[in-house]
């Protein structure tokens, strides 16, 4: 067995051999995963509108009985998508109001505020849920601007 010096450290070569093959098994994982998420070929897209990855925090305030002034509560969720139509995001709690708030962060962390008819909500596996909703009109962001 031969000796081979990795980060000051000895180890068999065997050990060595043993971790390229379990890099590459990693390395193939991954890369199942991440095609997975962009799959190749044709996309067949439902929605009249394009959608885009937004992994962004984003606050959602609850509206008062008019529907468009700012209410009391407001919780942080977990975007998903973005389209010029409306939001997906995630979030840990069930929702209790169907008009909300939304007020995303743009470029230079000012917020721009949409009402938001939420208009689906599922749970998922991972014990949070999924929701989303279109824009109904642009409105002052309660988080300021």
């Not at 975007?79 to 069930?94: A, Q, V």
Request: charged share 20%; aromatic share 12%; hydrophobic share 40%.
């Amino acid at each position: 067995m031969f000796m081979t010096e990795t980060r000051g450290r000895l180890a068999a070569t065997s050990d060595l051999a043993l971790r390229s093959t379990s890099s590459e098994g990693i390395r193939r994982q991954v890369w199942s995963l991440l095609a997975g998420l962009c799959p190749q070929g044709p996309l067949i897209e439902r929605r009249a509108a394009q959608r885009f990855a937004y992994p962004q925090l984003l606050y959602l305030t609850t509206t008062l009985a008019d529907g468009c002034s700012p209410g009391s509560q407001t919780l942080v969720v977990v975007g998903k998508t973005l389209s010029e139509g409306g939001l997906g995001f995630f979030h840990r709690e069930p929702l209790a109001e169907r008009l909300v708030i939304a007020s995303l962060p743009n470029y230079e962390y000012r917020y721009v505020g949409f009402l938001l008819d939420i208009t689906w909500c599922r749970f998922t596996t991972l014990g949070w849920y999924e929701s989303g909703g279109r824009f109904l009109e642009v409105v002052p962001s309660p988080m300021g601007s």
